[in-house]
């Protein structure tokens, strides 16, 4: 039951994110609807979301079908890009310099989240999981870069929003790590956890 409802929410969510590179539909949609469109947007991507969320859940309930076996190391390597994963989509919030490198910081903070979580992870579910997102957003950067988005091109002076997005981004992979992941997701990422 949880792939089948993993996978039409991953179609649900994916495409709704697939279709803003569409420029001219999306355009013409959003002068047909307004405001609405927006709203459409929202629902449609917040349904996906939640038929991931759920479709995945029963997955993991249900018996993980196992692909691969990860070894033990790449729960470390995962860790640490979690770190850097969060900190990047973070700036994404912020001017920065951080935001600069990133260019479009949210695409590279999803791209390492999903590249992170496939590094540890061997199951089917997973790997289709992380796996979409990682395609999607590739996809998404390659299309940006396609229609000519540079993304963030400049950042303050001084490295203040810098030191604010690592505490920051640091303060946030903890309470992710500490209560979110082993309690919603229900697999710990801290020792003891």
Same mark, same amino acid.
């Given at each position: ?75 470390? !390597?995962? @860790?640490? #890009? ?5 900190? /990047?989509?973070?700036? =994404? +919030?912020? *001017?920065?310099? %951080? ?64 030191? !604010?997005? @690592?505490? #920051? ?5 903890? /309470?992710?790590?500490? =209560? +979110?992941? *082993?309690?919603? %997701? ?8």
């Amino acid at each position: 039951m949880g792939l089948s409802i993993l996978i039409p929410g991953l179609v649900v969510f994916l495409a709704t994110h697939v279709f803003v590179t569409f420029r001219g539909a999306r355009a013409s949609l959003m002068e047909r609807l307004g405001v609405g469109y927006r709203v459409l947007f929202g629902l449609v991507a917040i349904i996906g979301l939640a038929l991931i969320i759920w479709g995945y859940g029963h997955y993991r309930t249900e018996g993980l079908i196992t692909v691969w076996s990860p070894p033990a190391f790449m729960r470390h !390597i995962t @860790v640490g #890009l979690m770190l850097i994963a969060v900190i /990047v989509f973070t700036s =994404y +919030f912020v *001017p920065s310099h %951080i935001k600069m490198w990133a260019k479009h910081p949210m695409l590279t903070g999803i791209k390492t989240w999903a590249f992170a979580h496939l590094l540890a992870n061997g199951d089917f579910g997973s790997i289709l999981l992380f796996g979409s997102f990682l395609a999607w957003a590739v996809y998404a950067r390659i299309a940006a870069k396609r229609r000519g988005d540079l993304g963030a091109t400049a950042a303050p002076d001084g490295w203040g929003n810098d030191i !604010i997005l @690592v505490v #920051l981004g640091a303060v946030i992979f903890f /309470v992710l790590g500490r =209560y +979110f992941h *082993p309690y919603v %997701i229900g697999a710990p990422v801290f020792t003891g956890a």
